[in-house]
């Protein structure tokens, strides 16, 4: 049973790069979220999902995109990774009418 | 809205001794809250949640936490520390079900002393 599973586990990304940061999860919950994580100031919701085709905006969402064409996958995209993008970044799904959600291993993301 | 307070970003105990982690929230709704567990380069897992049942919550390895609406805590304890309980924990708070709306505190990294 794989759970949430991200990948790259690691990335180094030059300024102005992109890339896609992959999420998925097999346990068919309907809601996704991705978090990015910082010393001394916890995990921070990006963007959220409560379905597939449905994404909302969380605390920090500029300079990310997510999308949501199906229930396993939940992709976060930088168009333009800047330094300040500089983080780990948690992906995390949960099932409708439970509290509880559940975590990825995590990407840990360097930009240069 | 909501937010989480948690007091003291490092704790450092002695193994055997009593682990006590603070945490304070802020909700205008009954809340649901959480603590979850990071070990190093690994994921959050959870470790006892709150959802207005029992105020008293067991869960896994030995901690507990109690809900005092009172004070607006949800403080982690366990009696005994181990090399083992090293690692970083979160309270967490949410008033959604299907925790996307999840709100982190920022952390307490514990330290247990052999």
């Known amino acids: 049973n794989a759970g949430v599973t991200q990948t790259p586990k690691f990335q180094v990304l030059k300024t102005g790069q992109s890339m896609t940061l992959q999420c998925a999860q097999d346990m068919n919950h309907e809601y996704m979220s991705w978090y990015r994580q910082d010393p001394g100031m916890g995990l921070r919701l990006i963007h959220y999902?409560?379905?597939?085709?449905?994404?909302d905006q969380g605390e920090v969402p500029n300079g990310y995109n997510v999308s949501r064409s199906t229930t396993e996958d939940f992709p976060l995209r930088l168009l333009s990774a800047a330094p300040s993008q500089t983080s780990v970044y948690f992906c995390?799904?949960?099932?409708?009418?439970?509290?509880?959600?559940?975590f990825g291993q995590g990407t840990r993301l360097t930009v240069v | 809205a909501q937010s989480v307070t948690q007091l003291g970003s490092h704790v450092s105990v002695s193994e055997g001794a009593l682990v006590l982690l603070r945490c304070n929230y802020s909700s205008s709704v009954p809340p649901y809250l959480f603590w979850y567990v990071q070990y190093p380069n690994q994921g959050l897992q959870l470790l006892l949640k709150y959802t207005s049942a029992a105020t008293l919550v067991k869960g896994i390895n030995g901690f507990e936490a109690e809900f005092k609406k009172s004070e607006t805590s949800f403080h982690l304890t366990k009696p005994s520390a181990h090399m083992s309980d090293a690692a970083e924990y979160f309270c967490a708070v949410t008033h959604n079900t299907g925790g996307f709306k999840t709100i982190f505190g920022a952390g307490t990294r514990l330290f247990v002393k052999a």
């Open positions: 999902s409560v379905g597939a085709g449905i994404t």
């Open positions: 995390a799904s949960s099932q409708a009418g439970a509290v509880e959600a559940f």
